[in-house]
């Protein structure tokens, strides 16, 4: 059961524009959201936050958007440039009851920004 | 930096061999992790370690063991290889499982084909 799930496989976007990358969750429990952008043949890399209490991050060119009732976020990037082309990762953060956090991904968007 | 380096790039086994794939990471982090990467099914977490000699079943455990012998590596046991565990394996380490502020940083991944 897919409890994070990205709807889009892929998206494409000319450079200079908006790219938003959308993530949709199950599980209310959830207190932390991620987003980890993924280059070929390299491992993921943390890109921005945002926690179950705020509903906007903002770091440079990306914003986070969290939309707790539709238990709905997405990850905008402006404005978009070729070096964003890579697969992005939704990911979400819940406590269990050791304390211990438990991470859980989504499929994934590849995202193509060209020139 | 952090810096979690996996040995091998990509490994070609054959079925029913016994597989170990190997990660180190150089920060002095508490917690280790081993993912695989599947096209349409994201990351999913197969097992992790939150100190020496302990771990943790993650989602998908069945046809895995770990082993954690020292802090700074977390090995990935296939005890009888299968091709269905033809995958991308990546490990990743964090600073700590109970903060919000510990992302993980990844290795570049493990290419593994099971013939």
């Known amino acids: 059961d897919q409890q994070v799930k990205q709807n889009s496989p892929s998206l494409s976007v000319q450079e200079g524009r908006i790219s938003i990358l959308n993530c949709d969750y199950t599980?209310?429990?959830?207190?932390?959201f991620l987003w980890y952008k993924k280059y070929p043949a390299e491992g993921p890399t943390f890109l921005i936050s945002?926690?179950?209490?705020?509903d906007k991050n903002e770091d440079g060119r990306f914003t986070v958007f969290l939309n707790k009732s539709a238990k709905h976020l997405s990850l905008h990037i402006v404005p978009s440039q070729p070096g964003d082309s890579a697969v992005y990762f939704c990911?979400?953060?819940?406590?269990?009851?050791?304390?211990?956090?438990?991470?859980?991904f989504g499929t994934g968007t590849r995202l193509l920004v060209s020139p | 930096d952090v810096k979690v380096t996996q040995s091998s790039r990509y490994l070609v086994k054959r079925t029913g061999e016994k597989v170990f794939l190997e990660c180190v990471q150089d920060?002095?982090?508490?917690?280790m992790f081993w993912y695989r990467q599947d096209p349409g099914l994201g990351l999913r977490l197969i097992y992790f370690?939150?100190?020496?000699?302990?771990?943790e079943k993650g989602d998908i455990p069945e046809g895995y063991s770990v082993s954690r012998e020292k802090k700074e590596r977390f090995s990935l046991i296939l005890e009888s290889a299968s091709t269905n565990q033809t995958s991308m394996y990546l490990c990743?380490?964090?600073?700590?499982?109970?903060?919000?502020?510990?992302?993980?940083?990844f290795g570049n991944g493990t290419r593994l084909t099971v013939t």
């Open positions: 990743a380490s964090s600073r700590s499982l109970s903060s919000y502020n510990s992302p993980l940083h």
């Open positions: 599980n209310s429990m959830f207190d932390y």
């Open positions: 945002i926690s179950s209490i705020k």
């Open positions: 990911a979400a953060i819940h406590f269990l009851n050791t304390g211990f956090q438990k991470l859980v």
């Open positions: 920060m002095d982090h508490e917690n």
């Open positions: 370690s939150y100190d020496v000699k302990m771990k």
